[in-house]
């Protein structure tokens, strides 16, 4: 299941916010490694955009390594996607924690210096 | 004290190592073991006639009796072609369809009987080749070399084992249920669903047609060999088309596809959408199962509950099994409640 929010300002060119949303619901952990996006077809169809829009997104998501790309077969959100995702939303929690400290961005370096 | 980094501004997928190595989603072995049989299989077929084809007599004996002397005979281009054709379809198909997003206990099923087939079947090709080899005419043949068939039966188990195995690291897919109120999206926010709906006996069922187009091929006498393949391949194709069904939701519309071809497929326009709700589908209800059409319904069914029911502004009704269908309805609802506010505004 792929749970999908578009930016509602409608900013931006239709391609971006629709690779946006997806790399969004990645974030967010909406979608899951291995899920299948709509077809290009289908999600162009229900949104209301050219089919070309969608694939130049689903293009884009591609060359980025968020999705795999596969003749028959659609785009699937690849696991090191996913895992980047957390990561990153690791690094922001440990970051908020230490601002919240009154850490310094130095002290946080020497933590993770003090373990590797 | 600094700000955390914008997570809108930093997007993922810019300078991530691991972006230049394929495969990695899925260990590049785990995705070789899956096929490895289906594609030596293939291999075996097609390439083993090859070499002693003009040691073969033609026509060549195709079929054997209990006693295990021949008593069946085709021309020998047939013979290798169909034989050919077969391997291709039973291990090759279901390897394409495990491609897509099946569920892991679907995706066992199609990768067991892909290897288990096309090794039966491969194994079955040698045997009469050797079988065959130097007869002067089809009648001369020797009965199948008990030998092979040792082998062949000792790699098909095999090969099931490794299928049902190398293809259960895939994602699995639990149904989640949710009551339309829950969504959390208010008309007008650009939201976009998109869910499944896969049934186990559709798998099952074409699974089971491709397994007798692979013994017809071989234990039908002659004649009705043919049409027995044809029919089997048509009815293994038929019921692919019943294993799945996906929903796309969006501020546009519904799009609802059927089977791993993606085809038939149906769009309601925003529009067209009136009344939306959630049911508990009884394929029977419906006449049973796939694209069903019955007085004033059509209804999309691969399996027994969850569904979305549509009332068109038409006047007909679309109903489409779909795991997590409360979530789905209240997406389409609010989608529906935000296009009649814009309609009824200007």
């Known amino acids: 299941m792929a749970f999908l929010r578009l930016d509602p300002d409608g900013g931006g060119p239709l391609h971006e916010r629709i690779a946006g949303a997806v790399r969004r619901a990645v974030a967010d952990g909406e979608v899951v490694a291995g899920e299948t996006l709509p077809a290009a077809r289908d999600l162009a169809e229900t949104v209301g955009v050219n089919v070309n829009t969608v694939l130049r997104a689903y293009r884009d998501l591609r060359d980025e390594g968020l999705v795999e790309l596969r003749r028959g077969r659609g785009a699937t959100v690849r696991q090191v996607a996913v895992d980047q995702a957390r990561l990153r939303q690791l690094a922001d929690d440990l970051l908020a924690e230490a601002a919240r400290l009154g850490l310094s961005r130095a002290d946080v370096r020497a933590l993770l210096e003090a373990r590797s | 004290v600094t700000r955390p980094p914008d997570r809108g501004v930093d997007r993922p997928g810019v300078d991530r190592p691991g972006v230049d190595r394929p495969g990695v989603d899925r260990p590049l072995a785990r995705r070789l073991a899956e096929v490895a049989f289906p594609v030596l299989a293939v291999a075996t077929a097609l390439i083993a006639p ?63 009987v892909a290897g288990g087939t096309s090794v039966l079947l491969a194994g079955l090709r040698v045997a009469s080749l050797q079988a065959n080899l130097d007869a002067p005419t089809w009648d001369a043949a020797t009965a199948l070399p008990g030998s092979t068939l040792l082998v062949t039966a000792g790699v098909t188990v095999l090969a099931v084992l490794v299928g049902v195995t190398a293809a259960g690291d895939r994602p699995d897919r639990a149904p989640a249920l949710t009551s339309p109120a829950d969504v959390g999206v208010t008309p007008g926010d650009p939201v976009v669903w998109s869910g499944v709906a896969s049934s186990r006996g559709g798998v099952i069922a074409a699974m089971g047609a491709l397994s007798v187009t692979a013994l017809s091929a071989l234990v039908v006498p002659a004649e009705g060999r043919l049409v027995l393949v044809v029919a089997a391949v048509a009815a293994a194709a038929v019921a692919a088309t019943l294993g799945q069904v996906r929903l796309t939701v969006g501020p546009a519309g519904v799009t609802a596809r059927l089977g791993w071809f993606g085809w038939p497929r149906v769009h309601v326009p925003i529009a067209d959408v009136g009344e939306v709700r959630i049911e508990q589908v009884v394929p029977y209800e419906y006449g049973g199962w796939g694209w069903r059409l019955v007085p004033g319904v059509s209804a999309i069914i691969v399996r027994r509950g969850p569904g979305l029911r549509i009332a068109r502004r038409t006047g007909r009704t679309l109903v489409v099994t779909i795991d997590d269908a409360g979530r789905a309805a209240g997406v389409l609802e609010a989608h529906r409640e935000a296009y009649r506010a814009t309609t009824s505004t200007s």
């Open chain 2, 50 to 112: 090859l070499p002693v084809f003009a040691r073969l007599p033609d026509p060549v004996a195709a079929h054997w009796g209990l006693g295990g002397a021949p008593d069946g005979a085709l021309p020998l281009v047939v013979d290798v072609v169909l034989l050919a054709v077969v391997v291709l379809v039973v291990g090759a198909g279901p390897c394409l369809a495990a491609r897509g997003a099946v569920p892991r206990d679907q995706a066992r099923v199609l990768l067991g």
